[in-house]
């Protein structure tokens, strides 16, 4: 089936360490999402990318990157996680107004 | 820019009863309009949306939804809830941009 993965599932990382988060689809959409969600919240937007066309938003701090190398996948890094830095990632892909969402990366900053 | 009102928070049910979840937006420009739920440490999943055509959308799982344009709303009914229907669900707005913007979420619990 035809669907938007994103590994590991729970990630544990330490205080000021790199973590990087993975997404890959099958979907074959130009768009890809990367939102942050925290406990009893919606959805936040970080950034999109349109094909390779990278779109930050305004208040996305800059320790947030991402990176697409190709259609299929996009990475989420994290240069140096701090506490309120714990939530869930979630992965989505778009076509038009459409968007389909991977199962999330549930972090966690120890 | 547009933005969406979840007008409830928490709804808690009994099971095959009824129950409703409003919503309203507010959009300058042409709005597409969504509805997802999201189950404990899962993703958010597609119920169903609003495009263009018929005002009243439905989903195969039993809940429908009706964009009202006069009333800039899009509230989700479903006429008899499971105790697996318990989740968050969230409505969503997109326009030109493609991006969506969400509700604040709805918890729906489902007692027996």
């Known amino acids: 089936d035809a669907m938007v993965i994103q590994n590991p599932r729970y990630q544990v990382t330490q205080f000021g360490k790199p973590v990087t988060l993975s997404c890959s689809q099958t979907?074959?959409?130009?768009?890809m999402y990367w939102y942050q969600q925290k406990s009893s919240q919606a959805p936040k937007l970080l950034f999109h990318?349109?094909?390779?066309?990278?779109?930050n938003e305004a208040d996305t701090p800059d320790n947030f990157q991402s990176r697409r190398p190709n259609t299929s996948f996009c990475f989420l890094d994290i240069r140096s996680p701090g506490l309120g830095d714990a939530a869930m990632y979630l992965c989505?892909?778009?076509?038009?107004?459409?968007?389909?969402f991977g199962p999330g990366t549930r972090l966690t900053v120890t | 820019a547009q933005s969406v009102t979840q007008l409830d928070s928490q709804v808690p049910v009994f099971e095959e009863a009824p129950v409703e979840l409003r919503c309203n937006y507010s959009?300058?420009?042409?709005?597409?309009l969504f509805w997802y739920v999201q189950y404990p440490n899962q993703g958010l999943q597609l119920l169903l949306k609003?495009?263009?055509?018929?005002?009243l959308v439905e989903s195969i799982n039993g809940f429908e939804a009706e964009f009202n344009k006069s009333q800039t709303s899009f509230h989700l009914r479903k006429p008899s809830v499971h105790i697996s229907d318990t989740a968050e669900y969230f409505c969503?707005?997109?326009?030109?941009?493609?991006?969506?913007?969400f509700g604040a979420g709805t918890t729906v619990t489902v007692r027996a």
């Open positions: 959009s300058s420009v042409s709005v597409y």
């Open positions: 979907l074959n959409h130009n768009v």
């Open positions: 990318y349109y094909d390779k066309d990278f779109n």
């Open positions: 609003y495009l263009s055509g018929s005002t």
């Open positions: 989505a892909t778009g076509r038009v107004h459409e968007q389909y």
């Open positions: 969503a707005v997109s326009g030109n941009d493609y991006k969506l913007s």
